[in-house]
């Protein structure tokens, strides 16, 4: 579990303003993701990346940018953060997609837009 | 794309009683079904997946089985006890696409 980490695990922040939650793995997975979780609505993917430089969109990608210039990390942005927004971000990465093994998840960071 | 629905959203069982969650799908190209497990304020973790060419799977306390005709598949925990109280979900997924994952069953194992 030590092998994904996220920072901060916890942010408040104003409406309005740029926020960037970090997520950094160890184990060299191609494949990292971006859930959101709030109650009601189970886990849903924000963004996902499948390499260096390679981003697609998920369910529910709009406010959000992510960048993925180094395999280890994986950035996702709130250009201007909505109350909407507030949420328990998870990251995750795997070696692959999907239907091979396990999503290893990050331990969280929860951000309250004000 | 995939749907996946999951019931119910809260149980409680008594120790020691089973607990049965349950899950549809919507895409008949989906082949891999995981079962997450996520304790208060914990990151969600795999405690058991399936795959299309199984009909069902074990593991001590925990099964899962599948039903590709209906598109179902379904949690079964038996002898429950204090610590499987959790929110579990399933997932979905054909492979070629992320999974797509249920809103979760919040499982409370009453003492």
């Known amino acids: 579990d030590a092998g994904i980490t996220q920072s901060p695990r916890y942010k408040i922040t104003e409406t309005g303003r740029q926020v960037t939650l970090m997520c950094h793995q160890t184990?060299?997975?191609?494949?990292m993701f971006w859930y959101r979780q709030d109650l009601g609505h189970g886990l849903r993917l924000i963004y996902y990346?499948?390499?260096?430089?390679?981003?697609d969109k998920g369910e529910v990608p709009d406010g959000y940018v992510v960048s993925r210039s180094k395999t280890e990390n994986f950035p996702l942005t709130l250009e201007s953060a909505t109350r909407s927004q507030t949420s328990v971000y998870f990251c995750a990465s795997s070696e692959l997609l999907a239907g091979a093994g396990e999503q290893y998840f990050g331990p969280g960071t929860r951000l309250t837009v004000t | 794309g995939e749907n996946v629905e999951q019931h119910p959203s809260t149980l409680s069982v008594q120790e020691g009683d089973s607990a049965v969650i349950k899950c549809t799908y919507s895409d008949s190209a989906s082949n891999y079904f995981p079962w997450y497990k996520q304790e208060l304020g914990k990151r969600p973790q795999l405690i058991i997946d399936i795959r299309s060419n199984v009909g069902e799977k074990k593991d001590q306390r925990i099964a899962v089985t599948l039903n590709k005709t209906a598109k179902h598949f379904s949690l079964h925990i038996t002898e429950t006890q204090p610590e499987d109280s959790a929110v579990y979900f399933c997932?979905?997924?054909?492979?070629?696409?992320?999974?797509?994952f249920g809103k979760g069953t919040r499982l409370s194992v009453i003492a």
């Open positions: 184990w060299s997975h191609s494949y």
């Open positions: 990346s499948a390499a260096a430089d390679i981003t």
């Open positions: 997932a979905a997924t054909a492979g070629n696409t992320p999974l797509v």
